[in-house]
């Protein structure tokens, strides 16, 4: 496995469409190798999500896990999830105001409107069907990937840029803000 270079905002690769991968070639070793980099990038950076835009590569293909930290016990966990030419359909006209970060944007924070209810359609590694309904938290990670994939990335999102903030500053004057968070 290898720890891949991030592309940051200012890279063209960020604002491109990446391409569907055929289904007959997401078992092949290539896709899975690169599928483990992508999952040991995100790890190493201690990122919620990683998109392969990123990391170079124009093929839809994102993965995503938040483990239980012990610093926020309270933060919502997602298990390791590997999406393979996602489709994001919204449930809901709702949207919540929620922060998020990117690993292309480091040390930055930001309040993105999402919506709180979203189906997702993809293939799984294994070229296995995934559809299913994702909320809030899930639903906002889910998003921001998705996003990615269409050049998209969380402060075109943002409606207001004053809440962009450096993360010094999230964490002296933002951080645990009631009225803010959400
Ligand atoms: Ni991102």
Redesign the pocket.
Known sequence: MAILKVARLGHPVLRKVAAPVPEGEIRSAEIQRFIDDMIETMREYN?A???AN?VHALKQIAVIEVQKSPQHPEAPEIPLTVLVNPVVTRLTDEMMGGW??????PDMRGIVPRYTAVTLQALDREGQRIDVKANDFFARVIQ??A??LNGI??VDRMRDLSTLTHLAEWNRYWLGDPDQDD
């Open positions: 990122g999500g990683l998109a990123q998020e970060g990117c690993l292309s944007i921001h990937e996003d990615h990335v969380y």
